[in-house]
């Protein structure tokens, strides 16, 4: 079992470019989560999905958007990147037939805009 | 809109001493609370995962306990070890099935 994976690792955008972050989980979980991590704050939530084809608003979602065509799969996009971008990217995955819904995280994509 | 804070954001110890990190949150109405660990440029790691209905939860030297009425959890890792540094985070899942962060507690433990 890998867990969950991120795609890239590293990446440096320019201002106005596009890119897409890949999260994969092996665990047949339900429920996945994308995060983003700033110095001094707590990661906060962008958006989520609960099954395969479905997507939600977080707490942070302006500027970004996301799909679930597989239910392995969660994508991140960034459309036109802000140097408010910068950050680092976590992906989650919890399982929806547990009572506990643990959060399983991936390693994350640290992405500079400049 | 539910709050975690963490105090104190920094903590330096010596090897062996035990360690008390706090958490509070504003909305009690939670469906449970869960502690993290995160080494730098990593993920996280969970570490104990506390149900709104337990009062403590146990993992080897680390022991966590929660408050729902009072808003508050603490996570004692006890006989700390250089190995132990690391910045540990609190996470709170509400009835909406969404995790609210704080900002962590980075521990040193010196040798």
């Known amino acids: 079992n890998a867990g969950v994976t991120q795609t890239p690792k590293f990446r440096v955008l320019k201002t106005g470019q596009s890119m897409t972050l890949l999260c994969a989980q092996d665990?047949?979980?339900?429920?996945m989560y994308w995060y983003r991590q700033d110095p001094g704050m707590g990661l906060r939530l962008i958006h989520y999905?609960?099954?395969?084809?479905?997507?939600a608003k977080g707490e942070v979602p302006d500027g970004y958007n996301v799909s679930r065509l597989k239910k392995q799969n969660f994508l991140l996009g960034l459309e036109s990147a802000a140097p408010s971008q910068t950050s680092v990217y976590f992906c989650?995955?919890?399982?929806?037939?547990?009572?506990?819904?643990?959060?399983?995280f991936g390693p994350g994509t640290r992405l500079t805009v400049t | 809109k539910q709050e975690v804070t963490q105090i104190p954001a920094a903590l330096s110890v010596p090897e062996g001493e035990n360690l008390v990190l706090n958490c509070s949150f504003t909305?009690?109405?939670?469906?449970?609370l869960q502690w993290f660990r995160q080494d730098p440029g990593k993920g996280l790691t969970s570490l104990l995962l506390?149900?709104?209905?337990?009062r403590e939860q146990t993992s080897g030297r680390l022991n966590a306990s929660l408050d729902k009425s009072s808003g508050r959890s603490t996570l004692y890792i006890a006989a700390s070890q250089p190995g132990d540094s690391a910045t540990y985070l609190c996470?709170?899942?509400?009835?909406?099935?969404?995790?609210?962060f704080g900002a962590g507690t980075t521990v040193t433990v010196r040798a």
């Open positions: 989650a995955s919890s399982q929806l037939q547990t009572d506990s819904y643990e959060q399983y």
């Open positions: 665990m047949n979980h339900e429920y």
């Open positions: 999905s609960v099954g395969e084809g479905t997507t």
């Open positions: 909305d009690s109405a939670i469906y449970n």
């Open positions: 506390i149900q709104s209905s337990q």
């Open positions: 996470a709170v899942r509400g009835n909406d099935y969404k995790l609210s």
